[in-house]
């Protein structure tokens, strides 16, 4: 079935550095997507959404990129932070109740 | 204000009994959603409500799982005769209206023994 998923599952990066976590989607009459944060015992955090009005979004060390052609989308975090280690999903919002659709993670880890 | 809460945190069941797990969404948010997430993996739509309604539970994978929101606040999502294959965290989601910001609750983590 349509759903969306991401390419890498674990992502390593030293302090400092920028991070990309990259994400698929596969239903084209998707017009919604969110990137959550969950760190371990807790629930997803929001970080940013992006309408498919748009192919760029920016906040505050975060930028969310949305290319439809190919249905792809991607969490760019600049100057990787320790805080920043935890799961990242992004997430499809459709449906009338408009119900989240979640990929299954990538886990970034930051070494110091 | 306060977030989502839910309880218990946490839960340990032994195969085939009841539980009752419950969310307390953020005040005047409308649309409750519950989840499953499963060990590793990202959470799965269990059922959704606006206001008292349950507009949606295509999600809830059997007849055992059920849940209710009769006052259009608090929501329980309750298990019966639970299988080991229930064990996951159980997340709550509310937001101030149907396409609006979801905010997480901690989720209960279910283990079925």
């Known amino acids: 079935g349509e759903s969306v998923g991401l390419h890498l599952p674990t992502l390593s990066v030293q302090e400092g550095d920028n991070s990309i976590i990259n994400c698929a989607y596969s239903?084209?009459?998707?017009?919604?997507f969110i990137w959550y944060k969950q760190e371990s015992g807790k629930g997803p955090q929001f970080i940013i959404d992006?309408?498919?009005?748009?192919d760029k979004r920016q906040g505050q060390r975060v930028t969310v990129l949305l290319n439809k052609t190919v249905k792809h989308l991607s969490l760019q975090i600049a100057a990787t932070q320790p805080g920043d280690s935890a799961v990242y999903f992004c997430?499809?919002?459709?449906?009338?109740?408009?119900?989240?659709?979640f990929g299954g993670g990538t886990r970034l880890m930051v070494k110091p | 204000g306060a977030g989502v809460s839910q309880s218990p945190r946490y839960k340990v069941a032994k195969r085939g009994q009841d539980v009752a797990l419950r969310c307390d969404p953020i005040?005047?948010?409308?649309?409750l959603f519950w989840y499953q997430q499963a060990l590793g993996q990202g959470p799965e739509f269990l059922t959704y409500?606006?206001?008292?309604?349950?507009?949606?539970k295509s999600g809830l994978p059997s007849d055992r799982f059920f849940a209710e929101r009769p006052e259009g606040s608090v929501s329980t999502l309750k298990i019966q005769r639970t299988q080991q294959e229930d064990s996951a965290v159980y997340l709550c989601?509310?937001?101030?209206?149907?396409?609006?910001?979801?905010?997480f609750g901690p989720g209960t983590r279910l283990t079925v023994l």
């Open positions: 005040s005047g948010h409308v649309s």
């Open positions: 989601a509310s937001s101030f209206s149907s396409g609006n910001e979801q905010f």
């Open positions: 997430a499809e919002n459709r449906g009338a109740g408009n119900m989240l659709t």
């Open positions: 409500f606006q206001n008292e309604a349950q507009l949606d």
């Open positions: 239903n084209s009459a998707s017009d919604y």
């Open positions: 992006i309408r498919s009005n748009m």
